[in-house]
């Protein structure tokens, strides 16, 4: 068997000053000039205050974000009774929405949920930073997220799948939660092989000593939950025989559509043991790890995650699927109810999250049937630039994913959310780096991502 080792050729080139900012408090100190002025008209001044954390908050979710707000203050305000500043529960908010009163003495926060508490106490810390001083505006404030799932990875953790889970150090300092936090991240993904850390009673080889990579993917969520940030492992699943020799060894009887000229075969939803190990994948992953808040799959393309993922040809070539009468939109559809259908019986409340990545290969007609035939209670997360158009030096140029100097949306985007019919639309957006440069790893264009943002 061919064996391969990965090199993370960025692994000693990052400066080390990086993580050491990354890794410092969040409030080292105030602004420069920090209440240089006096409280204008319709402000009123933030000066020895009193903090009532009244919110209910049985789990301790809120300890980081009250400790946060007492480590602010700490810094420009004495103790005292002059000014309350309080969190309480309102109830029928929707989720991270909140409320805040201002009055003469006091700050009240409102929500319904802990992270509508949150993301109040964060607004008042930048407000004041936005004032320049201890000031808040005497009134009412409701804000509410237009954005409800805001989810990015860590730069510095391995990109090799498991990688991160398989050693012992830790890459999520809490004071780097802190800034993702503040930031407005309320969700973090990670690439992962379930075959390797995910028991399966239909495939008794996969998972065999995953414990440990368990535990720590349990306490990472556990962690990241304190600072109001979901974990979602992402991956390509349920996984086709590429780099995974077992399936074709031992259970060829759940394989379906070939690709790469045939070198690799896919798990087939219309046999038995394919359909019954796409649901159990799922099933499994969030028994054993409930602490989750949902999964990220590439359903098309890539290593390939079922007969309706394979990139080529248009029309299903999968016999079992043919024979049930299956079209290569319904394959994937059924994949992902699968998937969708065992992660909801062990945790009602997660999230199964279809990305389909390499539906740039597909005819407008696929992927309008797609949206179709597909349940709508599951999100479908395209790439936002995928298939647009960009004029750069005076040549027009189709734009693909990871494409930052074009806003979006691309046509790909742009079609699904046009036929989505009531399903949630996720949006895969680039903001760091380019493969239109790929040499470098940070391109600093806040007026390009402020265009992606309120396309």
Partial sequence: ?????????????????SFQELDAPLYGSLPQNWNQRSVAKGEVEVLKVKTEFAFPDEQGLLETASNDLVDFLSLHSTAGNCFTIRTAFKPAMQWEEHEIVVDETSCTIMASDTEGIRRGIYYIEDEMIRRGGAFLPVGTVKRCPHIKKRITRNFFTPHEANRELKDD????????????????????????????FVPSDIIPEYGIGGEKQLQKLRKLAQKCARYGIGIYPLGVEPASTYSNGILREKHRDMLGAEFWNGTQQAICPSTEKGSAYAEECMFKLFSL???LSGFISITTGEAVAGCGGVGTPDEID???????????????????????????????????????????????????EHCRVRDKNIPLMNNFEDKGTCVQLGKERTTLDYWLSF???????????????????????????????ATVPYVPVPGILYDKYAA
């Fill in 1 to 17: 068997m061919k064996q391969y080792s990965v090199e993370d050729f960025f692994a000693d080139k990052q400066p080390e000053r």
């Fill in 169 to 196: 150090k830790d890459y999520y300092s809490e004071n780097y939660l802190a800034r993702l936090s503040h930031d407005g991240v309320n969700g973090l993904w990670l690439f992962v092989r379930l075959r390797e």
């Fill in 289 to 291: 790890v409930p602490e």
């Fill in 318 to 368: 999968c016999p079992n699927c043919k024979e049930a009468g299956l079209s290569k939109a319904m394959a994937l559809a059924k994949t992902e109810q699968l998937m969708y259908n065992g992660l909801k019986k062990a945790k009602p409340d997660g999230e199964f999250i279809s990305w389909t990545y390499g539906a740039r290969s597909w005819t407008d007609e696929m992927m309008i």
């Fill in 407 to 437: 806003p979006g949306p691309g046509h790909l985007f742009t079609l699904n959310a046009e036929h989505s019919d009531g399903a949630p639309v996720y949006a895969k957006i680039q903001v760091c780096c380019s493969h239109e440069l």
